[in-house]
């Protein structure tokens, strides 16, 4: 395991869930969670079922729905997909997260 | 508006648990399989694919548990689990559950009781308009006052102190006596009536609720007779008939129309004609007639003292000042008058002199049955110490097996609040039939 991967911090994984479905389309939890480990660079220490929990707090806030469909290799599963209101919500995210991590990347610049 | 759709969306996955379960394994299960499938392209045999597609999962009960954490309502369903649990373990032990529930109903029973008769009585007596500012006034006499300080009223000096007093804003003479009454030929019974001038119910601030108030001329001698029923004469004698006015009943021998019925609110106190005068048991007032003056009402100054009277002191007026002020008119009509006796004036609170007789007494026993409350209470949470012990093997599993603190404390708690509950509604059930008691023991004194 390398020593670099690091805990998900809650409220992260909502974006990058968001960002996901934003770049790939309505997806399986699986697909989620797999896109979510691959753009890291398996950095992030994720057990994949984690990702359930967090797709229904969205689902609970209107920021996705779910529909049951099938799988590119035929199985019945799960599908989620960005609503108006989350396409709305990744753009407030995305704001906050520059936003904080600018003032951060001040912080750890090394001071001249 | 998010919280709202949050909760709801909560709610509604309560009634739905186990169709949301299935979905959940379901759903779960679609992972696994895609996770098997890929790795074994990856060229994993078929266990090595499953092993890792799990471990790449996590905990499927933790994973599931912290689901149902989000998906429902926890602190709900967990008190309702508390619930269940503690009505189980107390129909294990009926004989303390029932002695635990008894004890509480007795004691809140009797409390309850109690207080709504304190409630009655002394709390809100009197749905009467600013009642504050209505007094008793009564005469009283220099001869007799060695004996009793307040006398009645004699008709001719009401008139005049209505007539004369400025702090007065108005003032309503009358009598409260039993009249036989029968509707059309029935066997008659005696009733409580009050015989009073035809403001009456203006002084008092309050209003029939059918047909009309009485007017000065119903008092007029040879006037046609008309009586006011209150709420409860409406109701005995008519059976809440709303066609009631015009109808006629007949009073003390005489065939009486009904002109109009009081709201239920309206309650007429019980008026002690003075003090130490033998008064009757506290009959409801159910008739209302106008009194007629007669030629002795009119006449007599000595004599005649028969009358209460129920003022209504004028706005910014205080009893302080309108005892003053009826006290020099009555001074100076003893001496314009040449009259044989002194006459003074004694007035009280309206409020006070209803409940003077009783007030003591019910506040005693309103606190009789506080004690007795109390102790109700304190043995009962004996009790449930002891219980408390005796269950301490259970405990200790429990918490063995994983329950929290705040779990182990909310199940006792929950013991004990459903024994409250379930006391208490027994307790407030028992109520009823006591004040129902309370109240045939005042008819029948009323009527016997």
Not at chain 1, 54 to 65: C, E, F, I, T
Not at chain 1, 86 to 96: D, F
Not at chain 2, 329 to 350: D, E, F, R
Not at chain 2, 396 to 404: F, H, K
Request: with cysteine; charged share 20%; net charge positive.
């Amino acid at each position: 395991m390398p020593e670099s991967r690091s805990d998900v911090l809650q409220g992260t994984l909502d974006l990058m869930v968001l960002k996901t479905l934003e770049s790939m389309g309505p997806l399986h939890g699986y697909g989620i969670a797999r896109r979510i480990e691959q753009v890291s660079g398996n950095t992030v220490s994720l057990n994949q079922g984690t990702i359930y929990p967090a797709l229904l707090r969205l689902a609970q806030r209107g920021w996705v729905k779910a529909e049951w469909g099938t799988s590119e290799t035929g199985r019945r599963a799960k599908f989620y997909s960005l609503t108006g209101k989350g396409w709305k919500q990744i753009e407030q995210e995305t704001e906050n997260w520059e936003r904080v991590a600018a003032t951060m990347a001040r912080f750890l610049a090394p001071s001249n | 508006m998010d919280f709202i759709r949050i909760v709801f969306y909560r709610c509604v996955a309560l009634f739905r648990r186990e169709k949301l379960d299935a979905d959940l394994d379901e759903e779960f299960r679609a992972h696994i399989e895609l996770a098997i499938e890929e790795n074994r392209e990856q060229g994993m045999n078929e266990e090595q694919a499953r092993t890792a597609a799990l471990r790449a999962f996590g905990s499927v009960t933790q994973i599931r548990e912290s689901y149902r954490v989000q998906r429902g309502l926890p602190r709900l369903e967990q008190a309702a689990r508390d619930i269940r649990y503690a009505t189980r373990r107390l129909r294990k032990s009926p004989g303390f559950a029932l002695t635990a529930i008894l004890t509480l109903a007795l004691g809140i029973g009797a409390a309850t009781s109690v207080f709504s008769v304190v409630d009655a009585v002394l709390l809100k007596p009197l749905a009467f308009r600013d009642p504050g500012s209505l007094v008793v006034m009564r005469e009283a006499v220099e001869e007799t006052r060695y004996e009793r300080s307040a006398e009645p009223d004699n008709y001719r000096h009401y008139l005049r102190l209505k007539k004369d007093s400025k702090t007065l804003e108005d003032a309503a003479i009358f009598m409260q006596r039993g009249m036989s009454v029968s509707l059309s030929g029935d066997h008659p019974s005696i009733v409580g009536t009050v015989v009073a001038s035809p403001n009456l119910l203006r002084v008092l601030g309050a209003q029939p609720m059918l047909g009309r108030d009485f007017v000065d001329s119903d008092a007029n001698k040879g006037a046609a007779k008309v009586a006011v029923l209150s709420y409860e004469g409406w109701q005995t004698f008519f059976g809440g008939d709303a066609k009631v006015v015009g109808q006629t009943l007949r009073v003390g021998g005489f065939a009486t129309t009904i002109v109009g019925v009081l709201p239920p609110t309206l309650r007429f106190p019980r008026i002690a004609v003075g003090p130490k005068f033998a008064s009757g048991p506290p009959c409801a007032t159910l008739i209302y007639e106008p009194l007629t003056p007669n030629e002795w009402d009119q006449s007599a100054d000595t004599s005649n003292f028969n009358y209460s009277v129920i003022a209504r002191l004028k706005e910014g007026a205080t009893l302080k000042q309108a005892s003053a002020e009826l006290e020099t008119l009555q001074n100076a009509y003893t001496v314009s008058a040449h009259l044989p006796i002194h006459l003074g004036i004694a007035l009280t609170p309206l409020e006070s002199d209803v409940t003077s007789g009783i007030s003591g007494a019910l506040w005693l026993m309103f606190a009789a049955v506080g004690g007795v409350l109390l102790i109700a209470c304190v043995n009962l949470a004996n009790l449930q110490l002891a219980r408390a012990v005796s269950a301490e093997r259970e405990t200790t599993v429990r918490a063995a097996l994983g329950a929290s603190k705040s779990q182990l404390v909310m199940a006792r708690l929950t013991e004990s609040l459903v024994l409250a509950l379930v006391g208490g509604l027994v307790g407030v059930a028992l109520r009823l039939p006591v004040c129902g008691f309370c109240w045939r023991l005042r008819r029948r004194m009323c009527r016997g």
